[in-house]
């Protein structure tokens, strides 16, 4: 009797970087905070979570500066925010991956599914932070802010994401950890995994995750398979 084969159903994974591959918020709440109040400008949690976290730098900019605000500037605004990331980071024995990543990481490449990164981040920060975790060469796919016009909320970091892949968005699954980066998900068509790194569960559920967690430690590949397999959005 022949057997018929068996079909290998091939899945991408998507994570945003920062607060889901890299514990970074704190980092980037000094690195603002030390720009803003250069600027006379209070930056607590909220202003951070609200105005900061998940966006492009030129929209964050805009919304504290204004739509008007001089492109020269802006550059220069940018180019100080990161500079001050990008030293502590330099600085820093060691960064921190979010607990659990790489041994999901690891599940994931095992089963052979697809590995992508999609981020906000500018070059120099996507960068330094693989290299400070050893996750050199682990995705396939890498979108930072030069490679897109529109930041989040805006879905197309996740749509460029998936052609990249060269997979429908009925088979992907994004990992997030911010508002603006569910919504940039969301709007995408893809099911979000909600990581707690900077806001509580019931935010991200509210948000419209498909599942919220507070780290990776909480997953395993075979139910987020199954949330792939539902369509869940």
């Given at each position: 009797?022949?057997?018929?084969?068996?079909?290998?159903?091939?899945?991408?994974?998507?994570?945003?970087?920062?607060?889901?591959?890299?514990?970074?918020?704190?980092n980037h709440?000094?690195?603002?905070?030390?720009?803003?109040?250069g600027k006379g400008i209070p930056c607590d949690d909220q202003f951070f979570d609200e105005v900061l976290s998940?966006?492009?730098?030129?929209?964050?900019?805009?919304?504290?500066f204004g739509e008007d605000l001089p492109e020269t500037l802006l550059e220069e605004y940018l180019a100080e925010v990161?500079?001050?990331?990008?030293n502590i980071l330099l600085e820093s024995e060691e960064a921190r991956p979010i607990a659990?990543?790489?041994?999901?990481l690891d599940s994931i490449r095992r089963n052979g599914h697809r590995l992508a990164l999609a981020t906000s981040a500018p070059p120099l920060n996507i960068t330094l932070g693989l290299e400070k975790l050893n996750l050199e060469g682990v995705f396939e796919v890498i979108l930072g802010k030069v490679d897109v016009v529109h930041g989040k909320?805006?879905?197309?970091?996740?749509?460029?994401?998936?052609?990249?892949?060269?997979?429908?968005?009925?088979?992907?699954?994004?990992f997030e950890d911010s508002k603006a980066g569910i919504q940039s998900a969301r709007s995408a068509?893809?099911?979000?995994?909600?990581?707690?790194?900077?806001?509580?569960?019931?935010?991200?559920?509210?948000?419209?995750?498909?599942?919220?967690?507070?780290?990776?430690?909480e997953l395993d590949l075979k139910q987020v398979c199954s949330l792939i397999k539902n369509g869940r959005i």
């Amino acid at each position: 009797m022949i057997q018929q084969a068996v079909k290998f159903m091939e899945y991408g994974f998507i994570f945003d970087m920062d607060g889901v591959v890299i514990d970074s918020n704190p980092n980037h709440k000094i690195a603002w905070s030390k720009f803003l109040k250069g600027k006379g400008i209070p930056c607590d949690d909220q202003f951070f979570d609200e105005v900061l976290s998940g966006r492009t730098g030129p929209t964050s900019l805009k919304i504290i500066f204004g739509e008007d605000l001089p492109e020269t500037l802006l550059e220069e605004y940018l180019a100080e925010v990161d500079e001050n990331y990008q030293n502590i980071l330099l600085e820093s024995e060691e960064a921190r991956p979010i607990a659990g990543l790489y041994e999901f990481l690891d599940s994931i490449r095992r089963n052979g599914h697809r590995l992508a990164l999609a981020t906000s981040a500018p070059p120099l920060n996507i960068t330094l932070g693989l290299e400070k975790l050893n996750l050199e060469g682990v995705f396939e796919v890498i979108l930072g802010k030069v490679d897109v016009v529109h930041g989040k909320p805006h879905p197309e970091v996740y749509l460029t994401a998936v052609q990249r892949l060269g997979l429908p968005r009925e088979k992907c699954i994004v990992f997030e950890d911010s508002k603006a980066g569910i919504q940039s998900a969301r709007s995408a068509g893809i099911p979000v995994v909600g990581i707690a790194s900077g806001h509580t569960r019931e935010e991200l559920l509210h948000e419209g995750v498909a599942l919220a967690v507070e780290d990776f430690r909480e997953l395993d590949l075979k139910q987020v398979c199954s949330l792939i397999k539902n369509g869940r959005i």
